[in-house]
């Protein structure tokens, strides 16, 4: 995934397009979770613990769909669910760095136009 760091004038006339659908950005099949979230998300996602085998820590993450890039939750344009996860709601920004400096980021995909 490629970011590009946000700026005031390159970035000016730059809009979120905020609709959910496949081949925008959306089609993940697990995504990360907070525990801040977890009362949200129990009634419509399963959570599972899985391990980063490099750093050796242990992180949530709610399943989208079973098979690489399937979001069950995806419809025409709508999340099916009553809850979207933080980590969706935030697509497409990340915050990144930039010679050391804390900076917005985006990906560069076509979820911004």
Not at 27 to 45: H, I, R
Request: hydrophobic share 35%; charged share 20%; aromatic share 14%.
């Amino acid at each position: 995934m490629k970011l590009e760091a946000l700026n005031n004038k390159q970035h000016a006339k730059l809009r979120v397009n905020s609709v959910y659908k496949i081949d925008s950005g959306f089609d993940y099949n697990f995504c990360p979770v907070y525990p801040l979230e977890y009362t949200s998300l129990q009634s419509d996602y399963p959570i599972f613990f899985t391990k980063d085998k490099d750093n050796d820590t242990w992180q949530t993450i709610a399943l989208l769909g079973f098979k690489e890039n399937e979001n069950l939750f995806l419809g025409k344009g709508v999340w099916i669910s009553r809850y979207v996860p933080l980590s969706i709601q935030r697509l497409p920004f990340y915050i990144g760095s930039q010679k050391e400096i804390p900076s917005l980021c985006r990906t560069v995909s076509n979820v911004i136009s």
